[in-house]
């Protein structure tokens, strides 16, 4: 258990008060999850959202039903509940998303294999969640500003899960035909400060159980500033960050699903279908 989930609810409230056009990404990713639903063929009878907090969507044209849960109650919530432990009827739901949230949880095999048992037979889960480099300038100049001034480094930022890692772990839970890519961005701010409001603004600030109860102190904030402003600055002195994204997807298993090909029951071999393309 590295997260505080009472913590995390705490924020992600508090960021509900924030504009949804205040949070990085969120809107933009909103709209292109109901947009890849949308090239899907099938149609979505009844479906969870977990995580999209107070930010207004427009559902894709094929789901018919669509409920939004929320670690607490915000103008868009339908189901208050933690993700970690899913209220959900098995085999009851034919779709279920999950909106930047997994990554601040303390299971993510045991959410995916939840969400799994409560998906009927070629219902599909979509996912997006920051991952891997994310904010490593930050966590760089954190650590290296802590350790310089309190000969110590408290965790500040939580670790993000490699994109082989959740293309493994959709797998394990049972989920057919699963893909896993990735976005990356580099963000560019005026200064730090800039940036670490954005984060305040998300809910996405320190939820580590780890973390020290106290502020951080100015003086290690005034420094790691520096330390960021002397490391990651552009040409204009505007500071950058980095962000990665991934997409997961799976689908729970049908037996109408495609199948891979058997070793050896392919017509040609991959140097005849390559000289084909050329």
């Given at each position: 258990?590295?997260?505080?989930?009472?913590?995390?609810?705490?924020?992600?409230?508090?960021?509900?008060?924030?504009?949804?056009?205040?949070?990085?990404?969120?809107?933009?990713?909103?709209?292109?999850?109901?947009?890849?639903?949308?090239?899907?063929?099938?149609?979505?009878?009844?479906?969870?959202?977990?995580?999209f907090r107070n930010i207004k969507f427009t559902k894709a044209k094929n789901i018919i039903a669509l409920r939004n849960a929320e670690l607490s109650v915000s103008k868009n919530t339908d189901l208050i509940c933690d993700e970690e432990y899913l209220p959900i009827k098995k085999s009851?739901?034919?779709?279920?998303?999950?909106?930047f949230n997994l990554h601040a949880s303390n299971d993510i095999p045991g959410i995916l294999f939840q969400i799994n048992q409560s998906l009927k037979p070629n219902g599909l889960f979509m996912g997006c969640l920051f991952v891997g480099d994310t904010l490593k300038e930050l966590r760089f100049c954190l650590a290296k500003a802590e350790e310089e001034i309190s000969n110590g480094v408290s965790p500040r930022i939580s670790p993000f899960a490699e994109l082989q890692d959740l293309s493994n772990l959709l797998q394990r839970a049972n989920f057919n035909l699963p893909v896993a890519d990735?976005?990356?961005?580099?963000?560019?701010?005026?200064?730090?400060?800039?940036?670490?409001?954005?984060?305040?603004?998300?809910?996405?600030?320190?939820?580590?159980?780890?973390?020290?109860?106290?502020?951080?102190?100015?003086?290690?904030?005034?420094?790691?500033?520096?330390?960021?402003?002397?490391?990651?600055?552009?040409?204009?002195?505007?500071?950058?960050?980095?962000?990665?994204?991934?997409?997961?997807?799976?689908?729970k298993y049908h037996d109408s699903q495609q199948k891979p090909l058997k070793p050896g029951s392919g017509e040609k071999n991959l140097e005849e279908a390559i000289s084909e393309l050329g």
């Open positions: 258990m590295i997260h505080d989930r009472k913590l995390a609810r705490i924020k992600r409230k508090r960021s509900f008060k924030n504009k949804s056009d205040s949070k990085l990404f969120f809107n933009d990713y909103s709209e292109e999850m109901f947009e890849r639903i949308e090239l899907v063929k099938n149609t979505f009878n009844d479906g969870l959202a977990l995580g009851s739901l034919d779709l279920i998303i999950s909106f990735i976005d990356r961005h580099r963000v560019v701010y005026d200064n730090p400060i800039k940036l670490m409001k954005d984060l305040r603004d998300m809910g996405e600030t320190n939820i580590l159980k780890e973390k020290q109860k106290n502020f951080l102190r100015k003086d290690i904030l005034e420094r790691t500033i520096e330390i960021y402003k002397d490391n990651f600055s552009l040409e204009n002195e505007k500071i950058f960050a980095t962000f990665e994204i991934a997409w997961i997807i799976g689908w």
